[in-house]
């Protein structure tokens, strides 16, 4: 009896453990374990016969084929060259915004530029059809304009999904420079000037260096997902170019080979992870000086 | 002159530019979904047919009705796991996990999407509704713990103490005054989850093994088989949406730390 | 005494929360147990059981019906072999995956007494090779496969009909749409660079991938359901698609043509099939007898991309008004029928497509 009330004293002392428990279990069962999950399936022979079939390094040999280097570097590629795009057309609009724009129109701007962000993914990439097809936007504009005599062909092309992930992606670039941006003392830009910096000077020695956080948040915020895509090169790409996005869709859901896919999945999860730690650390080591004047 | 112009104020062109860029196809869509012909591809005339059809197609309801159930769960799972574990591990040691949920987001959403479906395999988990929900509660556990943390990290703990010193128990504390003042972090919170999760279908992909449709799993298996502007009504309806809940989020948001 | 107490009463929390989850997560199994005792689950492909026909049907038996969904027969046949078909009492599974499901004995007899339907059928989709007395299997729907083309690019001649048409470059003005699945892709090149699909070695196979490289350069598009709309918009001039996909437009616009290579073609029919451990099997033969009544035949004909296995279709034909070569499509010789049946393992399809995909 005695033991039973001590278990109920401990009890009601230690609640705030009971209650921080369900958040941590939750991400354990439904994030770590899966993630383990993918690891351990990788090395397995035969996943989807037998979950004892034995421990091999197969499909990791088999994935330094060629034909596999070439998908993960051509997914790779995109998310890299949609990073830079978005990073050369985001940072302007978010310079603007941030610093040149008044309260109102930067309220308007604002409310226009997350609207696509929060709109369904796939309804973006549905919009684009019509625009890209022979009797698309493009095609009818160019064609009344008589700049072209036949219609330009743009639909199922790398093209067409480079433009189509840099459409998706570049809300999430301005965003995060946008709010560092946002936050950037007035005074030191207004020093700056007083010590005679021009506004091309100023930006580069001052303001862009102090942003250089939020370019890093938006570069990842676009690198990742865009590295995973597989929904845009289903459509726009007409099924043609397999990216590591549509490799692991294959893998689990066409083929069912589940090895092979957690094997692709380990890896491109793996690449993504040195790539963002090695951004991160760069960056941090190049830049050390601000966060010490800081 | 002209270069002049050009030079001062060749940013306010530029961001109109991006903006129009943005806008188009967008503009196309909403304009082809009062397009009479069952193409979408050739305007012939302005008819609201399609928004019709979409009202009275019982499929597209239920699939919406689907799709806001989940959200709504997803969002209210987040902010209950959140909340719980941001004010009870204010004190312990077990606040230097929370920078762990940044994790959730750092990763590609098909690599989660492939490790749950790889797992409730494994597990022979029923796929449908309640492993859809457990997918879009872990992204929204990667957003709703970090900006729920900060969040409470802003309260003035003279605030609180305050109020225990003047005879408020703990729960009352959290109930009457923390939660207000989190009120702007909580509402964004909420919404950010509830967009994520209605616009999400790289989980409900993977992980709902086609007995449950959700609204994007419905836009993508008709993108698949047939465009039709009946799509396209639906996308614009989608936007409505989507404009208020933008328009909701900015003005409590503008308060909130969000990124 | 302290410090022990506390380890256990944690672990206790922690065990509390992982029941918690745990229930969460096997709810829906549990709920099943609740519904209706008269329930049938049927595994089934999108759009060819329509919702409003099995309400009808829910309505006038009583009998609760639960859709789900597969998209493929690999799927199909892979989510049998690991459950040995527990949990469903029909599903729809093509031609060839009808012979693995025989084969690892899988499926179960039908009883023929209780099933009205056997005199609408047409019997020249009965006794075909994969259950040649259909003692487990009845078809449902059938598709013939074929070649779409708008003949405004090709001028005066007319193509040819035969295989040529998509993968020889002489033949092809524009681009093309190409099916999407491995395993047709590859037999349909083996058809056309073999003249038949069976027998099909490494150094077969090794120079159909070759083939469907080279064409890749011509292909708009990998698909086959969104050839219809391909056509429409000129996005490519020639598609392998099925006939079921292409009949509307082919009314709509006459500048669409279709063809069946002389030669020989593909057909696929899918049936309906019992698994070997459903108890249900009265209420599925009420589900098979509504199923096949004529008005629910033609309302998914009308309704979806469907084409019944019964002698109905013809008349169907004729009252819609369907295109000649449609018609004459279903009427071709079933010596020219090939099917997508093959020796070759799944992955050896897969890893060729994938490879002509990376490209």
Known sequence: MNIFKQCKQYFFEDLPFFFSMPAIVWEVIFFCIPIICIVGISFIKNWDVSAFSGITLFHYIKLFQPIYLKIIVRSFLLAIWTSFLCLMFGYPLAYYLACKASQSIRNILLFFLILPLWTNFLTL???????????????????????????????????????????????????????????????????????????????????????????????????????GEFAIPLFIGGDKYMFTGSLIEHYFLIARNSSMGAAVTSLSCLLVLVVTLFLRWSIKKKFSYIEGRK | MVKEYLGRYWLIFFVAAVYLFLYIPIAVLITFSFNSFLYPFQWVSFSTKWY????????????????????????????????????????????????????????????????????????????????????????????????????????????????????????????????????????????????????????????????????????????????????????SCMLLLSSLLVVIFCSFGSRVRVL | MCMRYVYFI??????????????FLFFPSISIFWHAPQTINIMTWAGIIDPIVIKQFEKETGIHVNLSYFSSNEELYARFKATEGKGHDLIVPSDYTVELLIQDDLLKPLDKTKLTMWDQLDSRLLGLFYDVENRYSIPYYWTVYGIGYNKR???????????????????????????????????????????????????????????????????????????????????????????????????????????????????????????????????????????????????????????????????????????????????????????????????????????????
């Not at chain 2, 941001?86 to 929370?98: G, K, Q």
């Not at chain 3, 709509?252 to 029919?269: A, D, M, R």
């Open chain 2, 52 to 235: 019709w059809e979409l009202w009275h197609s019982s499929e597209i309801w239920e699939v919406t009705q689907n799709s806001i159930i989940v959200a709504v769960s997803a969002v209210i799972l987040s902010l209950l796991l959140g909340l719980s574990f941001v004010f009870y591990s204010a004190r312990s040691r077990l606040r230097f996990v929370a920078p762990f949920f940044y994790a959730n987001l750092a990763i590609p959403e098909i690599v989660l999407a492939v490790g749950l479906l790889s797992f409730f395999n494994f597990f022979s988990v029923p796929l449908g509704f309640t492993t859809l929900i457990a997918g879009h509660t872990i992204i929204g556990l990667g957003y709703s713990i970090p900006i729920l943390q900060s969040s409470f990290a802003e309260i003035d703990y003279s605030i609180i103490e305050s109020s225990l010193d003047l005879g408020a128990t703990i729960h009352q504390t959290f109930f009457l005054i923390i939660i207000p003042m989190m009120a702007p972090a909580i509402i964004a919170c909420s919404l950010l989850v509830f967009t994520l999760s209605l616009d999400d279908f790289i989980i409900a992909f993977f992980c709902t093994g086609e007995t449950a449709q959700t609204l994007s799993l419905y836009i993508l298996s008709t993108i698949r088989t047939g465009i039709t502007p009946t799509i396209n009504a639906l996308s």
């Open chain 1, 125 to 227: 990439i549905y919009a684009w059809y019509f625009v890209l097809e022979k009797h698309g936007l493009i095609n009818d504009i160019l064609l009344s304009l008589g700049l072209i005599s036949a219609p330009l062909v743009m639909l199922h092309s790398l093209f067409a999904i480079s433009i189509v992930t840099f459409y998706c992606y570049l809300p999430f670039m301005i965003l995060p420079i946008y709010v560092i941006l946002e936050k950037l003392d007035r005074t030191l830009v207004d020093a700056s000037q007083d010590l005679g910096a021009n506004m091309r000077q100023t930006f580069l020695r001052i303001i862009f260096p102090l942003s250089i956080p939020g370019v890093l948040t938006g570069f990842l915020l676009v690198f990742v997902p865009a590295f």
């Open chain 3, 10 to 23: 944690r672990t206790g929390m922690i065990f509390f929360w992982l029941c918690a989850l745990f229930f």
């Open chain 3, 153 to 359: 690019y090709f001028g005066l001649t007319q193509p040819l009909a035969n295989w040529n048409l998509i993968f020889d470059q002489a033949s092809m003005p524009n681009r093309l749409a190409m099916s999407d699945a491995a395993r047709e892709a590859i037999l349909m090149g083996a058809l056309y660079l073999f003249e038949k699909t069976s027998k099909l070695d490494e150094k077969k196979l090794e120079k159909v991938k070759q083939l469907l490289l080279q064409q890749k350069k011509w292909v708009g598009a990998y698909t086959e359901e969104l050839t219809d709309y391909l056509l429409i918009t000129s996005e490519v001039s020639v598609a392998v698609t099925q006939t079921p996909l292409v009949w509307r437009v082919l009314k709509q616009y006459h500048h669409l043509k279709f063809i069946v290579p002389q030669k020989g073609t593909f057909v696929v029919v899918d049936n309906f099939a019992i698994p070997k451990n459903s108890v249900k099997e009265d209420l599925v033969y009420k589900f098979i007898n509504f199923i096949y009544q004529p008005k629910n035949i033609r309302y998914h004909f009308e309704q979806h991309r469907f084409f019944p296995a019964t002698n109905d279709l013809f008349k169907l034909f004729k009252e819609y008004d369907v295109d000649d070569s449609i018609v004459k499509a279903h009427k071709i010789d079933r010596s020219k029928w090939n099917f997508f049946k093959s020796n070759i393992a799944a992955g050896v399809f897969e890893d060729i497509w994938v490879e002509v995909k990376s490209k």
